[in-house]
């Protein structure tokens, strides 16, 4: 599978955005989705995991509350959205299929976006 993330921008702290990843093929409903993001001179950190049915979400503790994925098995897209931005959401976000495990491991994780950046001004 293909992933292309997009939807990343400039945002003013408490503002919002919503990251897109969109998948190529007719098997999405078979791979589960997380979100990953990576900051300047930091490790690729988990931000959020949905599974391929998408009745199970979980969130890092850096956004719950503030954030919620979803997905569209119909339109093979996945969807952040970031709520409460803060400063330190900055990173390159990227978005990532696994097809046997449901995991928040980076490891776990088969197919893997490009990314998109996402800045949060103070």
């Known amino acids: 599978v293909q992933l292309q993330a997009f939807g990343g921008g400039l945002a003013q702290a408490g503002g919002y955005l919503r990251l897109s990843c969109a998948a190529s093929g007719r098997t999405f409903n078979n791979y589960h989705m997380g979100w990953f993001r990576q900051a300047p001179g930091k490790e690729r950190e988990f931000v959020a995991r949905i599974s391929g049915s998408g009745t199970s979400e979980y969130y890092a503790d850096a956004v719950k509350g503030r954030s919620t994925i979803s997905r569209d098995n119909a339109k093979n897209t996945m969807y952040l959205q970031m709520n409460s931005l803060k400063p330190e959401d900055t990173a390159v976000y990227y978005c990532?299929?696994?097809?046997?495990?449901?995991?928040?491991?980076?490891?776990?994780?088969?197919?893997w976006g490009q990314g998109t950046q996402v800045t949060v001004s103070s």
């Open positions: 990532a299929a696994s097809i046997f495990v449901y995991s928040s491991r980076a490891s776990a994780y088969d197919y």
